[in-house]
């Protein structure tokens, strides 16, 4: 079974001509990452990546967790790998400098968080979580919270976890029921029960700092009664030192299809007493202090989808070019060849390959827009990249997860028989990818957010403008012609139309008829992910043009990203008036359907 090979000359595209790494650098803050800087990070992060946790990947699927009393034991490795992880700075890339961080732009932790999740996505759970409760720390912890754990969590010295689900609540968090009780010292008690919690109990770190949502005595119901409290798993004493073992303990791991390696807890919340846990930020506001982890991690989700992209993808290019099986229908000689020669495996792989492409493209751009939204010196510049990114959120999760498993399924279909049994790994991306559909809120939690807090809400503004840059970049492909860039234009801007006529039906539909509008909200979210990453394959198209008409000596390259658009163009972005017909003539057969009252 090959390894994973971090794909940096495409992630080195996609960060210089569509995320515009160049103007990032000069942002305040920003300065000194040049695209020197860069280069050398990815290189090293592409070694520890392939060297280090791929190797570890399907191992740590076969040998999977334990749990012998409260405690977990990870696989064989992975304690080495994370600590070599943290000493190596990894951890700490987005992190402010003041918390030991490197404070690295949002877009290139972005790249390297890509090159964890595709060389071992089971590993890779932990520091995503910890970087979410780290966010959360920063902006709402108070000044004694973030003194006494974020250095060590951005170190990796300690990990972090976020506790939502439970037994009773789902996505429903308004019917969250661990209550926190006050004490005397403004500590809390805490007492329940959470499940699905991913790292909530292992053995690569000696205290793993927990983010509970909690109950207090008089909190109203609701969604608006919920508080959020940090839960070390070991009190720390005041000189920083671990103490007591606090009252919070794992009680069994779940059996899973996928991400073996990752260990996935229900933990138990004050058996012996009461955990001691500390509030963050304002009581009964913890559900808005948890979104800010929630929209971190919601977009980490979507580069999961991304990455097994990539990961299903390579296997399936190695596995065909190995693979003897069957003749080239060209080809009169009667030799037998590898499979890649079929023609219907090579429109496998170029859906694999152009689908992964628009997808990395698409989240590369939205990592950029949280740079210049949190960084850029003008106001305007800043509201517009953060409406932007607010936009795009619940497409790069929810589209790019979605596609993230059609194409490790594409990658078994590469393998044929052989794809099915364990041993060629084709079989675990597809196991590994089937939970991110649902990490984080499921795609119709992310379309429901799409069509109504991002459409509905402004009337199609911050939309309206997304499609009016389509359209110029449909109108240059146009002009610049061609079988290549005629076709990508063309069905571009047959793209904008479709989404414009969806997002037109939406804000017709979804005052008076919610239930219609809703029942059509994911085919709507396809649509929107298909027609940007569509966007984004032209972008790219374009700038490989300039560049091969400026005389590049990565001509072969240029032209493949060239072909590969017209590619997308003609198999994908071609689906789009489909999808749009479905968005708008099939809600309301759906809700006749009579489903809800068998």
């Given at each position: 079974m090959s390894e994973y090979v971090a794909p940096i000359k495409d992630m080195q595209f996609a960060l210089r001509e569509l995320a515009g790494l160049d103007d990032l650098a000069a942002l305040p803050g920003c300065e000194d990452v040049s695209p020197d800087l860069v280069d050398a990070i990815l290189e090293e992060a592409a070694k520890f990546a392939g060297g280090m946790l791929s190797p570890l990947n399907q191992t740590g699927d076969r040998e999977g967790c334990r749990l012998v009393g409260n405690e977990v034991t990870t696989p064989s490795g992975w304690k080495?790998?994370?600590l070599q992880f943290?000493?190596?700075?990894?951890?700490a890339v987005a992190a402010e400098a003041e918390h030991g961080g490197q404070g690295l732009p949002t877009v290139v932790s972005t790249v390297l968080n890509e090159m964890w999740k595709a060389a071992n996505l089971a590993f890779s759970l932990c520091p995503m979580l910890t970087n979410g409760a780290i966010e959360a720390l920063v902006l709402r912890g108070s000044d004694a919270l973030k003194h006494t754990f974020l250095d060590r969590m951005v170190s990796g010295e300690w990990t972090g976890t976020m506790n939502l689900t439970e037994p009773q609540a789902g996505s429903?968090?308004?019917a969250v029921r661990t209550r926190a009780e006050p004490q005397a010292d403004d500590t809390y008690r805490i007492f329940g029960q959470k499940i699905f919690i991913t790292y909530g109990e292992h053995d690569l770190t000696p205290n793993i700092v927990h983010l509970v949502l909690a109950r207090l005595p008089d909190a109203p119901e609701g969604v608006k009664g919920i508080s959020l409290f940090v839960v070390p798993k070991?009190?720390?004493n005041a000189d920083g030192s671990l103490g007591l073992r606090n009252d919070v303990r794992c009680v069994s791991l779940e059996h899973k299809l996928g991400i073996h390696g990752s260990p996935t807890c229900v933990m138990a919340y004050g058996d012996e007493g009461g955990a001691v846990g500390y509030l963050v930020g304002q009581a009964n506001h913890g559900l808005a202090i948890m979104f800010i982890m929630m929209n971190a991690a919601r977009f980490a989700v979507g580069l999961e989808g991304v990455a097994i992209a990539e990961r299903a993808w390579q296997r399936a290019l190695a596995f065909a070019k190995e693979r003897v099986q069957g003749y080239d229908p060209a080809?009169?000689?009667g030799t037998r060849v590898p499979i890649i020669r079929h023609p219907d495996v090579q429109r496998m792989l170029m859906l694999m390959k152009s689908q992964t492409e628009a997808m990395r493209a698409l989240a590369y751009v939205v990592a950029a827009a949280t740079d210049r939204a949190e960084r850029h010196p003008?106001?305007?510049?800043r509201t517009r990249a953060q409406g932007f990114v607010d936009l795009m959120i619940p497409v790069v999760k929810g589209w790019c997860t979605e596609t993230g498993i059609e194409v490790a399924s594409l990658g078994v279909q590469v393998h044929g028989g052989m794809g099915y049994i364990e041993e060629t790994g084709a079989a675990q991306y597809l196991r590994d990818a089937r939970i991110t559909t649902i990490y984080e809120g499921t795609t119709a939690i992310q379309a429901n957010d799409f069509i109504g807090r991002k459409i509905a809400r402004d009337k199609g503004a911050a939309i309206g403008l997304v499609l009016a840059e389509?359209?110029?970049?449909?109108?240059?492909?146009?002009v610049i012609g061609g079988e290549n860039f005629g076709r990508i234009g063309a069905s571009l801007n047959?793209?904008?139309?479709a989404l414009t006529s969806s997002v037109v039906w939406l804000l017709r539909t979804f005052p008076e008829l919610p239930g219609e509008a809703y029942a059509s909200s994911v085919p709507l979210l396809r649509l929107a992910g298909i027609v940007f990453g569509g966007w984004q394959m032209a972008r790219a198209a374009l700038a490989a043009h300039r560049r091969v008409g400026a005389g590049a000596n990565d001509k072969d390259f240029l032209e493949a990203k060239i072909n590969t658009a017209r590619f997308y163009a003609d198999h994908v972005l071609s689906q789009a008036d489909g999808i749009a017909h479905c968005v708008i003539n099939g809600a309301a057969v759906t809700l006749a359907s009579g489903l809800a009252d068998t």
């Amino acid at each position: 079974m090959s390894e994973y090979v971090a794909p940096i000359k495409d992630m080195q595209f996609a960060l210089r001509e569509l995320a515009g790494l160049d103007d990032l650098a000069a942002l305040p803050g920003c300065e000194d990452v040049s695209p020197d800087l860069v280069d050398a990070i990815l290189e090293e992060a592409a070694k520890f990546a392939g060297g280090m946790l791929s190797p570890l990947n399907q191992t740590g699927d076969r040998e999977g967790c334990r749990l012998v009393g409260n405690e977990v034991t990870t696989p064989s490795g992975w304690k080495e790998a994370y600590l070599q992880f943290a000493e190596s700075g990894w951890t700490a890339v987005a992190a402010e400098a003041e918390h030991g961080g490197q404070g690295l732009p949002t877009v290139v932790s972005t790249v390297l968080n890509e090159m964890w999740k595709a060389a071992n996505l089971a590993f890779s759970l932990c520091p995503m979580l910890t970087n979410g409760a780290i966010e959360a720390l920063v902006l709402r912890g108070s000044d004694a919270l973030k003194h006494t754990f974020l250095d060590r969590m951005v170190s990796g010295e300690w990990t972090g976890t976020m506790n939502l689900t439970e037994p009773q609540a789902g996505s429903d968090l308004s019917a969250v029921r661990t209550r926190a009780e006050p004490q005397a010292d403004d500590t809390y008690r805490i007492f329940g029960q959470k499940i699905f919690i991913t790292y909530g109990e292992h053995d690569l770190t000696p205290n793993i700092v927990h983010l509970v949502l909690a109950r207090l005595p008089d909190a109203p119901e609701g969604v608006k009664g919920i508080s959020l409290f940090v839960v070390p798993k070991f009190l720390v004493n005041a000189d920083g030192s671990l103490g007591l073992r606090n009252d919070v303990r794992c009680v069994s791991l779940e059996h899973k299809l996928g991400i073996h390696g990752s260990p996935t807890c229900v933990m138990a919340y004050g058996d012996e007493g009461g955990a001691v846990g500390y509030l963050v930020g304002q009581a009964n506001h913890g559900l808005a202090i948890m979104f800010i982890m929630m929209n971190a991690a919601r977009f980490a989700v979507g580069l999961e989808g991304v990455a097994i992209a990539e990961r299903a993808w390579q296997r399936a290019l190695a596995f065909a070019k190995e693979r003897v099986q069957g003749y080239d229908p060209a080809d009169k000689s009667g030799t037998r060849v590898p499979i890649i020669r079929h023609p219907d495996v090579q429109r496998m792989l170029m859906l694999m390959k152009s689908q992964t492409e628009a997808m990395r493209a698409l989240a590369y751009v939205v990592a950029a827009a949280t740079d210049r939204a949190e960084r850029h010196p003008d106001e305007l510049t800043r509201t517009r990249a953060q409406g932007f990114v607010d936009l795009m959120i619940p497409v790069v999760k929810g589209w790019c997860t979605e596609t993230g498993i059609e194409v490790a399924s594409l990658g078994v279909q590469v393998h044929g028989g052989m794809g099915y049994i364990e041993e060629t790994g084709a079989a675990q991306y597809l196991r590994d990818a089937r939970i991110t559909t649902i990490y984080e809120g499921t795609t119709a939690i992310q379309a429901n957010d799409f069509i109504g807090r991002k459409i509905a809400r402004d009337k199609g503004a911050a939309i309206g403008l997304v499609l009016a840059e389509m359209r110029e970049t449909a109108a240059t492909c146009t002009v610049i012609g061609g079988e290549n860039f005629g076709r990508i234009g063309a069905s571009l801007n047959a793209g904008a139309n479709a989404l414009t006529s969806s997002v037109v039906w939406l804000l017709r539909t979804f005052p008076e008829l919610p239930g219609e509008a809703y029942a059509s909200s994911v085919p709507l979210l396809r649509l929107a992910g298909i027609v940007f990453g569509g966007w984004q394959m032209a972008r790219a198209a374009l700038a490989a043009h300039r560049r091969v008409g400026a005389g590049a000596n990565d001509k072969d390259f240029l032209e493949a990203k060239i072909n590969t658009a017209r590619f997308y163009a003609d198999h994908v972005l071609s689906q789009a008036d489909g999808i749009a017909h479905c968005v708008i003539n099939g809600a309301a057969v759906t809700l006749a359907s009579g489903l809800a009252d068998t």
